[in-house]
């Protein structure tokens, strides 16, 4: 690869066979080892959840791909609401990008694609969270436009 030119990437949907490699996607950092478990063989739950994404239209779990290897991952869901005039929003989820291929612009691109993506469904926003422990993510989704307007809250319920 050229210096300065832009990593190759093909955007697909992530495929049933490929959830072992998506959850140790998960797991590569320190907030993901403490939520996620990657075992041999891995957890139904991981594939009841991985099956019911693929089954609904208003979800896609999808992966960049580089080289016929997966380098990033992220779900979008699609969300109806009655807030701006009846209008649909994507709330994207559990971005990953592999450490060898951070600060190629792979996170970046993948990000403009979702949101052109949303925006071809007819979303009227994109939005994401991302835990506050996570400087360097919320520093990245600051870069390309997004904007820390409200406070998120959650319950773990289990």
Not at 108 to 119: I, P, Q, S, T
Request: hydrophobic content about 40%; charged content about 25%.
């Amino acid at each position: 690869m050229n210096p300065g030119q832009p990593v190759e990437l093909l955007y697909r949907a992530a495929r049933r066979e490929e959830t072992p490699h998506l959850v140790g996607m998960l797991i590569a950092d320190a907030l993901g080892q403490g939520r996620e478990r990657l075992a041999d063989p891995l957890p139904p739950s991981y594939y009841a959840a991985y099956d019911a994404i693929n089954a609904d239209p208003n979800q896609e779990l999808m992966v960049a791909e580089h080289r016929d290897s997966i380098v990033a991952l992220m779900q979008i869901s699609y969300i109806p609401g009655l807030t701006y005039e009846g209008g649909w929003r994507a709330q994207i989820e559990g971005v990953r990008v592999a450490e060898s291929m951070r600060g190629q612009g792979v996170g970046h691109r993948f990000l403009e694609w979702a949101v052109e993506r949303a925006r071809s469904r007819g979303c009227r926003l994109v939005q994401l969270t991302s835990d506050k422990q996570r400087s360097d993510a919320l520093r990245f989704y600051e870069s390309l436009g997004f904007v820390a307007s409200h406070e998120g809250f959650k319950l773990h319920l289990g």
